[in-house]
Structure formats: structure tokens, C-alpha cells
């Protein structure tokens, strides 16, 4: 069937006594207004609990908790977990101004490279627009300032996240992806919940089978 004939059919099932400009106008009503539409329990509590809530299913996948005061300790905290797992000080990250913005001459014998992740990278560095206390998710917005290769091609993926970005549901993560783009979603935006993992071959997980067999969030405390 060809697009003319298929399209043909839907503008057939229309109300032919509702005009293109009602159409159009009823369209543009719903962007503005978007829908509310129901969301679970677990969603919706509030900040205290929610926090907790995000950080349980965290642990439970596996990924480790950095807590940090500030902006400023995140350099120190990424060269000591990074001496834990016995790995290189060297992290890549992107062109991101709030990780830019980062004293990284804390942390004088941590490496710290910019652009997409390269072959030899063992550690990548990510900023999360929000984290997603109903499921423990988190969500990366691509592009320059945040590579998708950076979550997906080196072994360990550290995040950073403020905790008032923590919020109830995917709908909030995506409210916020969108206010700080100015209403442009990315091309991308990863769904990030815990590392990569897969239990297909054999019935046995497998750790680091799609992107990083770790998964780090720094998760950095009040309002920065």
C-alpha cells in the first residue's frame, strides 16, 4: 500500500466537519497542556523518601554510592574510587560546563581527557539531567557536553548526580531534560538502570555485555 493510499485512509476516519486549523489548534492545546497521566504509588512520595527510595535500588543493582558534600570534592572522590578498583587515574568526560567547571587541580594526579570515548579508555564521566526514584534509573541526555560513548564503550561509568534532581517519575525526568534544553529533547536520551548486564547466554548474568560492567553515581548532596 502506498503512502498516499494509507494516508488517505486516516483522513478519511477523521471528522470531515472538523477543519486543519481546529486540528492544528487542538494539537498545539495538547503540547501546552500536556496530560496527567496516572503514576504509581512509588512515584509520588515525597523528598526524604524518595531519595531513600532511589538509593535502594541503586544498591540492590549493584551500583555504588558516592556521596559528596559538593561540586568541589567530586575530582578527589573520582581518583580515590578509581585507586580502589586499582584502575589508572584517567577519566574522560565531555565538553559538560557544570563538569568543566570542576576543580580539577584537586586532584593532581587524576588524568582527566575530554571528548567521545576513545579505544583505550577505562573510565568514562557522565552528568545525569535526573534520577528516577521509581525505578532507581537515571537519565542521560546526549550530545557534545555528555557523549553517549562515555556510558557505553569503557569498563566504568561514573555519574554525577545532584540530589535535587532525584525526582518521582519518568514524566518529572523528562520535564527536566526538557527545561534545561529549552523545551529541545537531544537526540538521545539514555534510561540508564544499573551497568550493563544480561542474563541471555546460558542463564547466567553477565556483567559489562552491552556498555561498562561498572556503574558509579557521585551523588552529590542539597542544592549546587
Known amino acids: 500500500m502506498s503512502r498516499a493510499r494509507i494516508l488517505a485512509g486516516i483522513r478519511a476516519t477523521l471528522d470531515a466537519a472538523t477543519s486543519t486549523a481546529v486540528r492544528r489548534q487542538s494539537v498545539t492545546e495538547r503540547l501546552e497542556r500536556?496530560?496527567?497521566?496516572?503514576?504509581?504509588?512509588?512515584?509520588?512520595r515525597g523528598s526524604e523518601e524518595r531519595l531513600r527510595q532511589f538509593k535502594d535500588f541503586q544498591h540492590a543493582l549493584g551500583v555504588e554510592i558516592i556521596?559528596?558534600?559538593?561540586?568541589?570534592?567530586?575530582?578527589?572522590?573520582?581518583?580515590?574510587?578509581?585507586?580502589?578498583?586499582g584502575l589508572p587515574p584517567r577519566v574522560r568526560r565531555g565538553s559538560d560546563p557544570q563538569l568543566?567547571?570542576?576543580?580539577?587541580?584537586?586532584?593532581?594526579?587524576?588524568?582527566?581527557?575530554?571528548?567521545?570515548?576513545?579505544?583505550?579508555?577505562?573510565?568514562?564521566l557522565s552528568r545525569a539531567?535526573?534520577?528516577?526514584?521509581?525505578?532507581g534509573t537515571l537519565a542521560l541526555a546526549s550530545g557534545p557536553g555528555n557523549p553517549v560513548t562515555l556510558g557505553f564503550l569503557p569498563d566504568v561509568h561514573v555519574v554525577v548526580l545532584r540530589a535535587d534532581a532525584i525526582v518521582?517519575?519518568?514524566?518529572?525526568?523528562?520535564?527536566?531534560?526538557?527545561?534545561?534544553?529549552?523545551?529541545?529533547?537531544?537526540?538521545?536520551?539514555?534510561?540508564?538502570?544499573?551497568?550493563s548486564r544480561t542474563g541471555d547466554i546460558g542463564g547466567k548474568i553477565v556483567m559489562g555485555a552491552h556498555g561498562p560492567r561498572r556503574l558509579a553515581v557521585i551523588l552529590v548532596a542539597g542544592e549546587q
Do not use: F, K
Not at 68 to 81: E, F, K, L
Not at 172 to 177: D, I, K, P, Q, R
Open 34 to 44: 500536556p496530560i496527567e497521566h496516572p503514576r504509581p504509588r512509588r512515584a509520588m
Open 67 to 85: 556521596a559528596v558534600d559538593s561540586v568541589t570534592a567530586i575530582p578527589t572522590a573520582i581518583a580515590s574510587y578509581l585507586q580502589t578498583l
Open 100 to 124: 568543566a567547571g570542576m576543580p580539577w587541580d584537586t586532584a593532581p594526579g587524576l588524568v582527566v581527557e575530554t571528548g567521545p570515548a576513545q579505544g583505550g579508555d577505562t573510565a568514562g
Open 129 to 135: 539531567v535526573a534520577g528516577v526514584a521509581e525505578t
Open 168 to 195: 518521582g517519575s519518568y514524566e518529572e525526568a523528562c520535564a527536566l531534560v526538557l527545561a534545561e534544553s529549552a523545551g529541545a529533547l537531544p537526540r538521545t536520551l539514555n534510561l540508564v538502570t544499573g551497568a
